[in-house]
């Protein structure tokens, strides 16, 4: 996916419905184990693109809500809330300066997805879901140390580039979309294909798909495909409690 592609995705939330669905989506991806004790999720300001929102750095990702959501400019200062934001704030503020197009960050810690940039072996969409990846290997950040400057920011943006992830050597990777559900989904969908690429690789080689499917699949992923991912996800939240 490209995230200014014509994929549906819904209207521009107010600021109070934004807020909601970001918090669930945290305690979502913190539910199917994307997050530990770090990881985090933004969305960008619907009233001041130049403003963020994402949780604080010391909450537990399964305890966020939208009250304790920070409002944060692209510089890294906190606008409003009474915390300081993730260390790696500027995973965020950089890639919404390198792409307007983008509206929502997440940088998760899967473990599937990890393995293979341990192990330095690249990752293609071998799934129906992961086709929004678009053809070739999903792009690797080659740094392995946090990114707590602007400068390290700007280096993983130009490794995302125009895409819709890029991984993150021994670390764990980035995924943006036009907004939350799109970013939440494609985390989920990025650790799940990485889980499958790596069971194929135990019998064979794992067959891919030719630029024209990646293309027709990928249509799927989103405008009803993505109403049905966000809501199972969030039932089972829901039954775990955190809904």
């Known amino acids: 996916m490209s995230t200014n592609q014509e994929a ?30 770090s990881g985090h999720i933004s969305a960008r ?24 959501l920070l409002t944060v400019d692209l510089d890294g200062h906190v606008i409003e809330g009474d915390d300081r934001p993730p260390s790696e704030v500027f995973i965020h ?8 197009d983008v509206m929502s960050v997440s940088h998760i810690h899967a473990r599937m997805v990890v393995v293979f940039t341990i192990a330095g072996r690249p990752l293609f ?14 792009p690797v950040y080659p740094n392995p140390r946090h990114v707590r400057t602007a400068g390290s920011g700007d280096a993983l943006a130009a490794a995302l580039g125009t895409g819709s992830a890029c991984l993150m050597r021994a670390h764990g990777a980035v995924v943006v979309g036009a907004d939350v559900r799109q970013a ?6 990025l650790e ?28 799927g992923n989103w405008g ?6 966000w809501q199972y996800y969030a039932t089972r939240a829901r039954r775990a409690g955190l809904g």
């Open 224 to 229: 009803r495909g993505l109403d049905k991912t």
């Open 184 to 189: 939440f989904a494609g985390s989920i969908y």
């Open 192 to 219: 799940e294909n990485a889980a499958r690429a790596h069971l194929a690789l135990q019998i064979g080689d794992p067959a891919g798909y030719t630029d024209e499917e990646l293309r027709d699949v990928a249509a």
């Open 45 to 68: 300001h619907p009233e001041r693109p130049d403003w963020l929102l994402i949780h604080p750095h010391t909450l537990a990702r399964y305890e966020v809500t939208p009250e304790s």
């Open 8 to 37: 549906a995705s819904e209207p521009r939330a107010s600021t109070g419905a934004l807020r909601e669905q970001l918090a669930l989506a945290c305690r979502m991806l913190a539910n199917e184990g994307l997050f530990d004790q």
């Open 93 to 100: 503020t950089q890639l919404y300066r390198a792409r307007p």
């Open 125 to 138: 969409p071998i799934t129906n879901y992961a086709a929004f990846l678009g053809p070739g290997a999903v």
